[in-house]
């Protein structure tokens, strides 16, 4: 018979996204098959710390999002490369092979490349983009760059780096008002302000530099936000499209998505007609390709009477069991734990398609 898939769920972080995280980690280990996987929480506190928790108990206050934490530490974790995909316990016994991780560490050093990085290093197969996929879907300016390299629809906008004079009267001449102000490597819509006039943009750009070094000014769209979900390494497929409808918020802020319960009204399938969504759909796909992903990723729309706009990709997207990602796909077809099921299995076919891959010259060698 066989052993079931260690699976390490990896979760927290160093990133303004923390409680976020550990929200999504709690619906996903709930609902993995206990009967086809042997789940590892793992950890990250805000310092940077990594720790095995108790799977009783990995975190704190669990119905409350703002009071959410990490919970009981069993032991801190040191990760070390070895042919077994072993990782070593300071002062205990050593954890036992890791088959596979499910990194849901929201923004920085999560969805930024880093963690991938180190699990590319550790030789693990994990879920969702790797490295390069990663850093390019978080990089909003990249992100933007490479969309319109491959002649993909997106808004305009420009791009401050910290030092640099803030130019009020060219932002009001190249996007006019209102517009978005945001940090070029977050998510979440962390420290992201609508701005309606030049008397509140230098606020709004201190605040985005809180967060990051690099800012986007983006202009706002005046239209409806709509979402698509796409799965897959080589030959990525698009679920149905949804609509993201704020309520008693501006816009869909990290209070509307993840403190208000009543923040949003969610739509799935969204109310369009069949050549939207396909263009939807179309581009969805396209947008995986350009930047790419591999795995799974939500890519976020605005429409504009009949025009479709690329906005961003989420390369980790919210995991809860009402986070638009996971619900797109049940409304496919394919339920929460079948999604799972899904997104290990691909991390395991990149894993060995890339471990066939030669690592050394062999002279003599025809290709």
Same mark, same amino acid.
């Given at each position: ?43 990250? $506190?805000? +310092? %940077?710390?990594?720790?095995? /928790?108790?799977?009783?108990? *990995? &975190? ?5 999002? @703002? ?99 803030? $130019?009020? +009267? %060219?932002?009001?001449?190249? /996007?006019?008002?209102?517009? *978005? &102000? ?5 998510? @979440? ?112 729309? *605005? ?65």
């Amino acid at each position: 018979m066989k052993s079931k898939i260690r699976v390490a769920v990896v979760f927290g972080g160093r990133s303004a996204e923390h409680e976020v995280s550990l929200q999504s980690a709690l619906s996903i280990i709930a609902a993995l098959d206990s009967d086809r996987y042997d789940i590892v929480p793992i950890g990250i $506190d805000t +310092g %940077g710390k990594w720790h095995v /928790l108790d799977p009783e108990h *990995f &975190v704190n206050a669990p119905e409350n999002p @703002s009071r959410i934490s990490l919970g009981k530490s069993v032991h801190e974790l040191s990760l070390v490369p070895g042919e077994d995909r072993s990782a070593m316990l300071r002062g205990a016994q050593n954890l036992p092979a890791i088959d596979v991780v499910f990194p849901v560490l929201h923004g920085t050093y999560g969805e930024d490349g880093s963690i991938q990085g180190l699990l590319r290093m550790l030789d693990v197969p994990f879920v969702g983009s790797s490295i390069l996929g990663s850093a390019l879907g978080m990089d909003k300016e990249m992100t933007k760059r490479l969309f319109t390299e491959a002649g993909l629809p997106t808004p305009r906008y420009m791009v401050l780096r910290a030092g640099e004079p803030l $130019d009020q +009267g %060219g932002v009001e001449r190249t /996007l006019g008002w209102p517009v *978005f &102000v945001k940090p070029a490597n977050m998510g @979440s819509s962390v420290g992201v302000t609508k701005v309606h006039s030049a008397a509140d943009l230098r606020e709004a750009a201190a605040n985005a530099f809180e967060y990051d070094r690099k800012i986007l000014i983006e202009e706002a769209i005046e239209g409806r936000e709509l979402e698509c979900s796409v799965l897959g390494n080589d030959s990525p497929r698009a679920s149905v499209v949804g609509e993201v409808v704020p309520q008693h918020h501006e816009f869909y802020s990290y209070e509307a998505k993840y403190l208000d319960e009543h923040g949003a009204t969610l739509i799935i399938p969204a109310r369009l007609d069949a050549p939207i969504v396909d263009r939807v759909r179309d581009l969805a796909v396209k947008a995986f390709g350009a930047l790419c992903l591999s795995g799974m990723a939500r890519v976020d729309f *605005f429409l504009r009477g009949g025009e479709v706009l690329l906005n961003e990709v989420n390369t980790i997207p919210g995991f809860t069991q009402i986070s638009m990602y996971p619900k797109l796909w049940e409304a496919t077809g394919m339920p929460y734990p079948e999604l799972l099921n899904e997104l290990i299995r691909l991390a395991i076919e990149r894993h060995e398609h890339e471990s066939r891959l030669r690592t050394r010259y062999m002279s003599g060698v025809r290709s």
